[in-house]
C-alpha cells in the first residue's frame, strides 16, 4: 500500500529534480527547436524510455551492481562519456546552416532523435547509482521494494514527459528564428559544447 507521506515527499524532491536543467533538457530544447515539435517529443520518448529501463534495472539489483563494481561502473560511465563527447564535436565540426525539410526524410531525423535520447540515457550509469541512492528512501517499510521502486521510477519518468511537454510547447515558436543559418550555426555549436562539457564531467566523476 502506498504511504501518502512518502509520495507526497518523492513527488516535491523529483519534482525538483525534474526542472533542473541537464544534458537532458539541452537536447530535448536543440531537438524541439532545430528539428520540431515531434523530433522534441522523440527525444523525449527516448530519454525517458532510458531513464524507465534504468529503473526496471535498478529494481532487479543492477543499481547495487553499479554501486558496487567500480569495474563496471567505469566500462558504462566511460562508453557514455565518450558517446556524448562524439555528439558534441560533431556539433562542434559540423554545425548546420539551413534546416532539414519537413517533409523529407522523416523517418531518419524522427527515428534519430529518440535514438540520441535513449543512448544518452542508457549509456549513462549514475542515473542507475542515482536511482538506487535516491528511491530507497521513498519506500516505506514493509512495502515490496521492487515493486515500489519501480512504481517510484514510472512517477518520475512521467514527471520527465510532463516537463519535456511544457518545455517543447516553449520552444517550437522558435523555428522561424533558428531558418536563419548563422542562428542555426551558433546553436549546434553551443549545444556541442555543452553535450562535451557533459560528457567530460561524467568520464571524471566517481560513483559516489
Known sequence: MIDMSHLAAFLVAATLLTITPGVDTAMVLRAATVEGRRAGLLAALGINLGCLIWGGAVALGLGTVLQ????????????????LVWLGIGLLLRPRSALAQPDAALPGPRGSAFRRGLLTNLLNPKIGVFYISFLPQFVPAGAPVAATTFFLAVLHDVLGLVWFAILIGATVPLNRLLRQPRTLRWLDRLTGAVFVGFGLRLAMSSAR
Not at 68 to 75: D, G, Q
Open 68 to 83: 558496487a563494481s567500480a569495474l563496471a561502473f567505469a566500462i558504462i560511465k566511460l562508453a557514455g562519456a565518450a558517446y
